[in-house]
């Protein structure tokens, strides 16, 4: 009978191990943005590849493949950074971005750099 008890609070151990599984939407779920860093993600509401930065400076999004490619950000350096958005034989457009943002509108991909002060 012994045996039987141990051998029961096995059985359930497993399954209540089985039972946490993985969500299926694991690969698209929000990436967190580290305390200290600006994060740029691929999709709205913080989805997709997420790249990160802490140091000042211009980052030029291209380096990483990132061009016309964010469609949300956090912000989690505490201050602003600006968003500038490069055309061709028109002055660049700049915008101003501090805090969370779930989707870009009408700057849906269209960021080209962004700049760390
Ligand atoms: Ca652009």
């Not at 698209?28 to 943005?33: G, H, L, N």
């Not at 950000?73 to 101003?96: E, M």
């Not at 501090?98 to 700057?107: F, H």
Request: proline content about 3%; some cysteine; overall charge positive.
């Amino acid at each position: 009978m012994k045996l039987f008890k141990i051998g029961a609070a096995a059985v359930l151990a497993l399954a209540a191990t089985t039972t946490v599984v993985t969500p299926a939407t694991a690969e698209t779920a929000s990436q967190v943005c580290p305390s200290g860093y600006v994060c740029l993600y691929e999709h709205s509401d913080f989805g997709g590849r997420m790249l990160k930065w802490n140091l000042s400076g211009e980052k030029d999004l291209a380096d990483w493949g990132f061009r016309d490619k964010a469609s949300s950000i956090r912000d989690r350096r505490g201050g602003s950074f600006r968003a500038t958005n490069v055309l061709a034989a028109r002055p660049d457009q700049h915008k101003t971005y501090n805090g969370d943002y779930a989707s870009l509108g009408s700057w849906n991909d269209k960021i080209d750099k962004i700049l760390l002060p």
